[in-house]
């Protein structure tokens, strides 16, 4: 008996490895074929679209020569996306995790109605808010700043919920303890509650990061200086009614996903943690 459960534990581990596997060369194919199609120049790209074949006849650095030392402004749509994902990040955090500790640490009248809202508004399509956004940034005189991209992101509700739920699981004894010990709520939030939020913050900096750095609506509708363009607005003035630089496309596209993957990458054991304390937890 023992023996036969051993060999059955040993077959469903290899099928779950095999799968797993599978699974893994399945995503890795189509980053593969970018990689691969960066090398590649236009017209090969043009006649035979993304494919695994390597022809290293026609295979150089042409594409990334052209892209990096042309007319493109690719290192100032680069900087430009780096600034401006690490400052909404960084203020999202900061003010998405002191709302969320409200409503997890403390009691007050209509705490369970403003955090319904906060719900609700994370069910409303960002399409439907744009006109309205745009009319009150435009009244502000902030249209073409990078304020205008940055503020309005800065009370997420998707981020509030996932920080308040992560909250939650925390021992209320640990506050209480602070307090008995003479700390005011400053001490408390910033010497006890944010080292345990470690996990959480780190997931939310991957989520919130990633969503920043691909952000192309808002920024296209917002910016107009094309010295404050952003990467993926960048990317799309490859794109022009008299032809495509798909070539150039492919090599912009491939180097922008770098910053996320070592973000991933550095962080990885915290998100993992984060996401699913946050998903259990409270």
């Known amino acids: 008996m023992g023996a036969s459960q051993t060999k059955n534990n040993l077959i469903a581990r290899i099928v779950m490895i095999c799968f797993f596997i599978v699974l893994f060369v399945i995503i890795m194919i189509p980053f593969y ?16 679209g993304l494919n695994l074949s390597l022809d290293f006849k026609i295979m150089s650095f042409d594409n ?3 892209l990096f030392t042309g007319q493109h402004d690719y290192f100032t749509w680069f900087w430009n996306s780096m600034t401006l994902t690490i400052i909404q990040v960084v203020l999202t955090l900061f003010v998405s995790a002191f709302v969320a500790y409200g409503f997890a640490a403390y009691d ?11 719900l609700l508004i994370m069910m409303v399509p960002f399409e439907i808010l744009l006109v309205p956004l745009y009319s009150l940034i435009n009244d502000l005189h902030m249209v073409n700043s990078y304020s ?9 509700a998707g981020t509030i919920f996932f920080f308040r739920q992560y909250l939650r699981s925390i021992p209320k004894e ?25 996990p959480s913050f780190a997931a939310m900096a991957i989520l919130n990061g990633m969503n920043s750095w691909n952000n192309l609506l808002w920024p296209f509708m ?42 991933f990458i550095a962080f990885q054991k915290y998100f993992i943690d984060g996401m699913t304390a946050g ?3 409270g």
Request: contains cysteine; charged residues 15%.
């Open 222 to 263: 917002v910016l107009g200086d094309q010295s404050k363009f952003t990467l993926p607005i960048g990317l799309k003035t490859l794109l022009t009614p008299y032809g495509n630089n798909y070539d150039l496309l492919i090599v912009g596209s491939f180097f922008s996903i770098i910053p996320i993957f070592i973000l």
């Open 33 to 48: 074929a970018v990689a691969l199609s960066s090398f590649k120049p236009g017209e090969s790209l043009i006649r035979y």
């Open 174 to 198: 640990i506050i209480q303890s602070g307090r008995v010990d003479g700390a005011n709520e400053y001490a408390i939030y910033f010497r006890l509650i944010m080292p345990i939020m470690k």
């Open 108 to 118: 007050f009248k209509g705490k369970n109605f403003l955090f319904i809202c906060v």
């Open 279 to 281: 998903a259990v937890k």
């Open 148 to 156: 205008a991209i940055i503020l309005p992101g800065i009370a997420n």
């Open 64 to 66: 990334f020569t052209y």
